[in-house]
């Protein structure tokens, strides 16, 4: 009997190298080595929806426009009174007549504004464009924002999707204890709005008498301190610059009182604003405001420059590098709020882990046993590269880092039937090809030519289905696309290449035993 190892063969031989080294820590649950991830339907974990509140989206531009007015103006020596920043616009008036045309080419220069002109005062407001604009933005970028916090967070595998107008869900795997889930809800909250505001040191003394309205009407806000919410400062509305300046924040350590504090660092633009308005209000108090709090207000003793800055306040070391990833990943540019939140526990996770192993096993078992029964030593064949099929496709999960979701699972199933029915339709064109007359190996050659078309046609549209739901949809159907598709890419390997090779190893031996029902499960009649 002469061998025929073929290349067909020896790709089989290593895709099933493959499947069992990098599928083992998967199913071993070994300490090393990669291995799938669970989705929060196995695992358990925090199922969040938020809302967007996307008007605040608007108020936070306007707020940022008015800041970059207000410093071009004084860096022009322009001045103005009545800067008064509302929600939806914000309006000043200019004391000399003749710097109107520059005033006019400042904000002609901000593009998305109108401009409304009365005399010598001000109004300016966003283009109806610019505020759909906007509100969309702060959507997309709260998506991103929140997936990039999660990220740093640690977690694994989160599913941060947009659902709806304004809405965005989140899921996290594996979060189990009540601080985890505390600490990802804040961090996913936390606006993480950074501002550095000048005090109003001539009516600082009245700011825990002095009502909103009447900070509002000299150009005011009031801010809680962070650590002592009673006592109030009293702030210049017009921020000095904001977190949108901001590069990095990282978390250090006060060397005289070894508290966890923030280093933050500016870019360009915003190192030059700071260095500016140092340089000219040196004796005078800066606050360091995050979110509508006080972190602190130290005095100015001279210039800074470099474009860095300290925030501390009080913070325990997780608080501390909470911060910092907010700071790191940006601010939201709209507050998110919880519309629902639900705790999935593991136990749940178990029992659909349990009852999807059931049915892949027996599934599994039955095609097993009927692929002997019916095809014989071909379904042999079929069987061996079913099992590599289900390994190869664990183990290029677990290497790329994929989560296996419920859905998954069952794509795991499906892709069990569609890897037989490859061989299935295989044995079938062989069979046919028996009944001609002609020998096995053309019947074994012919076989499979004539059955490429349809399996590779079903591949194909399967993968372009598997690819439209990777793309639009979100979460379980993602883990299901990808399950489909890294099945259908085994099977190809395993299914047709792997039971070839193993057809063209033994040819020379069937052909001499001559005993098709063995091989085939089918008897060749004479005079058919």
């Known amino acids: 009997m002469r061998s025929k190892i073929s290349f067909k063969l020896i790709a089989f031989i290593i895709a ?142 989160p599913t941060v999707a ?87 924040a990282k978390v250090a350590f006060d060397p005289n009182t070894n508290q ?11 190192a030059k604003i700071f260095g500016d308005f140092t340089g000219e209000n040196v004796g005078k108090r800066l606050a360091i405001v995050l979110d509508g709090q006080v972190y602190s207000a130290p005095r100015i003793n001279e210039r800074i420059g470099g474009g860095s800055g300290q925030i501390s306040g009080g913070f325990s070391i997780n608080e501390a590098h909470d911060v910092a990833i907010a700071l790191r990943s940006g601010a939201l540019l709209a507050p998110v709020k919880m519309s629902e939140t639900r705790s999935i526990g593991p136990s749940l996770g178990q029992d659909s882990i349990d009852k999807s192993m059931k049915a892949l096993i027996a599934s599994a078992i039955a095609i097993l046993i009927f692929m002997v029964f019916y095809y014989g030593m071909a379904g042999v064949f079929a069987d061996l590269a079913l099992i590599v099929n289900i390994l190869f496709l664990i183990a290029c999960m677990a290497l790329f880092g994929a989560t296996l979701t419920l859905p998954g699972m069952a794509g795991i199933v499906l892709t069990v039937g569609m890897a037989v029915d490859a061989n299935v339709i295989i044995n079938e064109r062989i069979r046919e090809v028996l009944r001609t007359g002609a020998s096995i190996k053309q019947s074994i050659q012919k076989g499979y030519d004539n059955a490429m078309s349809a399996i590779i046609d079903a591949n194909i549209t399967t993968l372009i289905t598997s690819a439209a739901l990777y793309a639009y949809g979100t979460g379980p159907v993602k883990g299901f696309a990808v399950t489909m598709s890294i099945g259908i890419i085994a099977s190809m390997i395993t299914a047709i290449l792997g039971t070839h090779g193993m057809f063209e190893l033994f040819v020379d031996k069937i052909e001499k035993s001559k005993n098709t029902p063995f091989w085939f499960g089918y008897k060749v009649r004479k005079g058919k």
């Open 162 to 248: 947009r659902q709806g107008k304004e809405y965005i869900l989140v899921e996290l795997p594996g979060v189990k204890s009540q601080e985890d889930e505390q600490r990802a809800k804040d961090l996913i909250a936390k606006a993480a709005h950074l501002q550095l505001m000048a005090l109003d040191e001539v009516r600082q003394d009245r700011a825990g008498i002095m009502s909103e309205a009447e900070a509002k009407s000299y150009g005011d806000v009031i801010y809680p301190d962070v650590k002592q919410p009673e006592f109030k400062y009293l702030i210049n509305e017009i921020p000095v610059l904001d977190g949108s300046m901001l590069i990095d």
């Open 16 to 157: 099933a190298a493959f499947g069992l080294i990098f599928s083992a820590p998967s199913l071993m649950q070994s300490e090393s080595g990669s291995k799938i991830n669970l989705g929060l339907d196995l695992q358990g974990g925090l199922h969040m929806l938020l809302e967007v509140e996307s008007d605040e989206a608007i108020a936070s531009k306007i707020k940022s426009i008015a800041s970059s007015v207000n410093y071009s103006a004084k860096k022009d020596d322009l001045f103005v009174e009545k800067f008064r920043i509302e929600k939806n616009h914000f309006e000043f008036s200019i004391l000399d007549p003749d710097e109107a045309p520059k005033f006019d080419a400042i904000l002609n220069a901000i593009p998305g504004i109108e401009i409304k002109k009365d005399a010598q005062q001000y109004i300016v407001n966003l283009t109806a464009e610019e505020e759909a604009s906007t509100k969309e933005y702060a959507i997309s970028q709260a998506v991103e924002t929140i997936r990039n916090r999660l990220d740093q967070f640690g977690l694994a595998e």
């Open 260 to 270: 966890p504090i923030i280093n933050f660092t500016l870019n360009s633009e915003g």
